[in-house]
């Protein structure tokens, strides 16, 4: 097993390299550039478009509805589990770096929004498919075409492996058990290997309700999703915001620590130094960070493409609010606890550090801490298995040429059974098969982007003209 982990982590260490770093910095960047930071601009008009619906427009759900399917996707273990991990292995500064890709990374995800819209098709039984297969092989032509493939190859891998069921489950169970059996007292030997109770309980409780959910597909998933989400969201920022307010003083401090570990001047463990810090806190933060909001993976405009709108701008617009709320929100609250605790450098792993940090920052008994950290982190992981089981059947359906009852059934029954065994995964490999699932999705859609640049560019600036004229609202 050291063995099968130890190759695991050399083939994320290769995907997860420098060239994939700097090839999705320079993808936002670039974009930015080209939309004139409508991230920034026009953040505004985003955050009420994405509550304003357009009814009488073409689509299957409210842009809302595909905007919390995406967030029920995207906030998940990455914003609890995903940032304690970052900082652990590469310190305080990582926060930094997530911050940074997450900026940009909104014009990255405004540009797949958007380009979801304008690409999507229709299919026979009247269902939107959109998302990067159909906008490389609908916007870059038919020759692109293997591009297009690889990414929904790459795509049921993550949701079946990776970053839709193993990592999630996974952290369900952990949370579960570190609260109700922290010293794993109550265990039975399962698969060769010491399993608690609570672990197995909660993992079976998930997957029957994943189950009940999964089989009404993209509508059920939508309407749990658009309830659930937003509430846990308040309750987690509400949280964290506590405990920044309830340790004022420690702010300034933990902000300082965060800058001079990005840029190598505070060592992490190991006793790294200098620029090699740097490069450890940014391979962290960007990783951590891309798996957290997904911005560049081109998950969200599969959703995206469902929403009844005829602006592929304004639908664009809803989608980067995604990443504003995921990371720029949320993991910079889960981010702030953490060092204010100095909770990643004690030695601990995975949710196992965020708890540390709502124990020693709420001002509340641990158990009360612990337990609502629980909750929100159960929740956050369920409905990433809710969103991501949507994302990789539609990635499916492209593989095989369309939709199909009996292939998407037989599809639903394999992603169910991932759930059930994630729980029986160590953690670092989980984390590292998602890791490499995620970069190999991201090649594929990130150089798509780039070449559908200008008509990114293009359309924002007629809509933006029209918005000017009040031709739109």
């Not at 060769?192 to 197995?200: L, R």
């Not at 029986?424 to 991201?442: E, K, S």
């Amino acid at each position: 097993m050291d063995k099968i982990n130890e190759i695991i982590s050399n083939i994320d260490d290769a995907v997860w390299g420098l060239p994939l770093i700097i090839l999705i910095i320079v993808c936002g960047v670039f974009l930015s550039l080209r939309v004139g930071f409508v991230q920034v601009r026009k953040l505004g008009k985003a955050l009420k478009y994405m509550v304003k619906d357009e009814e009488s427009e073409h689509g299957e759900v409210s842009s809302f509805a595909a905007l919390c399917t995406a967030l029920s996707a995207t906030v998940g273990t990455g914003n609890i589990v995903g940032v304690a991990t970052a900082l652990t292995t590469g310190g305080p500064g990582a926060l930094f770096w997530m911050e940074i890709a997450a900026f940009f990374g909104m014009a990255t995800k405004y540009a797949e929004g958007l380009l979801a819209v304008k690409y999507r098709t229709t299919s026979k039984d009247g269902s939107i498919l959109g998302g990067p297969f159909y906008y490389i092989e609908n916007g870059l032509g038919k020759k692109w075409k293997p591009l297009s493939k690889a990414f929904a190859l790459f795509g049921v891998l993550a949701g079946l492996m990776g970053i839709g069921t193993v990592t999630q489950i996974n952290g369900i169970t952990s949370a579960v058990n570190n609260f109700f059996d922290p010293k794993s007292e109550y265990a039975v030997s399962l698969f060769g290997n010491k399993v608690t109770i609570a672990t197995i309980a909660a993992g079976f409780a998930v997957t029957v309700l994943a189950a009940l959910i999964i089989i009404g597909g993209i509508k059920a998933i939508s309407s749990v999703s658009q309830i659930i989400v937003p509430a846990m969201i308040v309750l987690y920022i509400g949280s964290c915001l506590l405990i920044i307010f309830t340790n004022i003083t420690q702010v300034p401090s933990a902000v300082a620590t965060v800058i001079k570990s990005a840029f190598g001047l505070k060592p992490i463990a190991g006793g790294a130094a200098g620029f090699s810090v740097m490069l450890i806190s940014m391979r962290s933060g960007v990783a951590r960070g891309i798996f957290s909001n997904e911005a560049g993976l081109g998950s969200a405009p599969i959703a995206a493409a469902a929403a009844r709108t005829k602006e592929p701008v304004r639908q664009g617009l809803v989608t980067m609010t995604g990443t504003f709320i995921d990371t720029i929100l949320v993991c910079t609250m889960t981010g702030l606890s953490i060092v204010m605790a100095g909770s990643y450098n004690k030695g601990l792993e995975g949710v196992a550090v965020t708890t540390d940090a709502f124990k020693n920052g709420l001002p509340f008994p641990g158990k009360v801490s612990a337990f609502i950290l629980m909750i929100c982190l159960a929740v956050f992981a369920f409905t990433t298995i809710l969103g991501w089981n949507y994302y990789s059947e539609r990635c499916l359906s492209y593989l095989i040429g369309g939709s199909n009852k009996t292939v998407s059934r037989i599809f639903r029954i394999v992603y169910i059974a991932a759930v059930f065994i994630g729980p029986y995964m160590t953690v670092q490999a989980v984390w590292n098969i998602a890791d490499i699932f995620n970069g190999l999705m991201a090649i594929p859609n990130v150089i798509s982007l780039l070449l559908l640049s200008g008509v990114v560019a293009k359309e924002t600036k007629d809509y933006l003209n029209r918005l000017k004229k009040g031709e739109v609202q």
